[in-house]
């Protein structure tokens, strides 16, 4: 593992749990590849998983992954985006990645804790 990827590896690990509420990747280094990625925690089976939503060519891509193979996937993918949302029940965090590899970790905490995420796999879609 690269050097400069560790503040990102440590990142990772304190977030990937049940406290995670959603996470972006965005910004590829090439235009013609995967656009974004979301990240969201379901309970599947009694199980936390770790959905992923791969947005591509118009498409939409879903997986699912246990936290350690979701770690390595997410440290894999960054090294195609500049840019990487992400929020859990303590604090906000953004990750900017330079044309270099230099990792950036910018933490905010939060002030108030709201409603946790919803790990339900199939959401019930509140907008009708």
Same mark, same amino acid.
Request: proline share 0%.
């Given at each position: 593992m690269d050097?400069?990827?560790?503040? +990102?590896?440590?990142? /990772?690990?304190?977030? +990937?749990?049940?406290? /995670?509420?959603?996470m972006i990747l965005s910004g590829p280094r090439r235009k013609e590849e995967i656009q974004k990625i979301r990240v969201r925690p379901i309970l599947r089976k009694n199980q936390l998983l770790f959905q992923e939503t791969l947005y591509q060519n118009g498409k939409v891509f879903h997986k699912n992954f246990e936290e350690r193979e979701m770690r390595g996937e997410l440290l894999r993918q960054m090294e195609n985006f500049r840019q990487m949302e992400l929020d859990n029940d303590l604090f906000h965090a953004t990750v900017l990645v330079s044309k270099k590899g230099t990792v950036t970790v910018k933490k905010k905490l939060r002030q108030e804790a709201g409603p946790g995420p919803d790990l339900a796999h199939n959401r019930k879609n509140s907008t009708f």
């Open positions: 050097e400069k990827m560790d503040k +990102l590896k440590i990142l /990772l690990e304190e977030t +990937l749990n049940g406290t /995670l509420r959603g």
